[in-house]
């Protein structure tokens, strides 16, 4: 199990706004904390995953210092990733150092997700203006804090 390469497909996949689901093996155990969001279950996570898709878009993922762990048929790993993304439901773009760590339980050549937690150091740059005032550079609404992101 190349759990490395599993979770750089992950964020590959969160920069290309594919599907985040797939990711995720399914059931009533399967824990997903992320910047904003708390689900248990599988179909929770799934539920989350796509609504997150469907809702934010331009993915910067930037990886910094991933580490992976194997023991007893499972693996853990962590990593400090950069999460740039716009929040389209709300017009506003965040930019968060975050802390990732996961357990991934082996299947053959298909490792899953068992559990994710992703949590937010500091939002580097909040803006209280929306993405298109931000592109013409005049202040806007502050946008409210449902960011939708991992």
């Not at 993304?85 to 990732?100: A, F, G, M, P």
Request: overall charge negative; glycine content about 8%; cysteine-free.
């Amino acid at each position: 199990m190349d759990v490395d390469r599993f979770v750089r497909d992950y964020y590959e996949a969160l920069r290309r706004g594919e599907p985040l689901d797939t990711y995720f093996q399914q059931g009533p155990d399967i824990v997903k904390i992320g910047v904003f969001s708390h689900r248990l279950g599988g179909e929770a996570v799934a539920e989350a995953l796509r609504d997150q898709t469907a809702r934010t878009e331009d993915w910067t993922v930037e990886s910094r210092d991933l580490r992976t762990f194997a023991r007893d048929g499972f693996a853990h790993f962590v990593d400090d990733v950069r999460l740039v993304w716009t929040d389209t439901r709300h017009d506003h773009r965040h930019d968060v150092e975050t802390r990732w760590t996961g357990l991934v339980e082996p299947r053959g050549e298909e490792p899953l997700f068992l559990s994710m937690h992703v949590s937010a150091g500091v939002e580097r740059e909040r803006t209280d203006r929306s993405v298109e005032s931000a592109r013409r550079g005049a202040a806007g609404p502050q946008s409210d804090a449902d960011g939708g992101s991992e």
